[in-house]
Nanobody, 125 residues
Framework: QVQLAESGGGLVQAGGSLRLSCAAS????????MGWFRQAPGKEREFVGH????????YYADSVKGRFTISRDNAKNTMYLQMSSLKSEDTAVYYC??????????????????WGQGTQVTVSS
């Protein structure tokens, strides 16, 4: 089993920055992918980006490319989402997710078998 816990959400002004953390516990992460999704009120869950835990390679949605950066700390089993140049449309609950062992991450939520509880990010204009 894998447990994920997000933190770092809050209220920030447009143009500001925020860093989210996803602390992971459980079975090994070296053969997994991890990702970030978000869900705004009244909208479907949206892919933000993912990272291959072993290689560190990342992939981002066009809407956040160049503004958001995903990284991980192997020693802490923690994934981060550094968000910069935030816009009001980035307001959402942000979720971290992990794939099952041996599975590659993708842009669909169905690729991920484990989810955190989410953390609220609100960007004021």
């Amino acid at each position: 089993q894998v447990q994920l816990a997000e933190s770092g959400g809050g209220l920030v002004q447009a143009g500001g920055s925020l860093r989210l953390s996803c602390a992971a516990s459980g079975r090994t992460f070296s053969s997994r992918g991890m990702g970030w999704f978000r869900q705004a009120p009244g909208k479907e869950r949206e892919f933000v980006g993912h990272i291959n835990w072993s290689s560190g390679s990342t992939y981002y949605a066009d809407s956040v490319k160049g503004r958001f950066t995903i990284s991980r700390d192997n020693a802490k089993n923690t994934m981060y989402l550094q968000m910069s140049s935030l816009k009001s449309e980035d307001t959402a609950v942000y979720y971290c997710a992990a794939t099952r062992i041996g599975s590659d991450p993708g842009t669909s939520a169905t690729r991920f078998g484990y989810w955190g509880q989410g953390t609220q990010v609100t960007v004021s204009s």
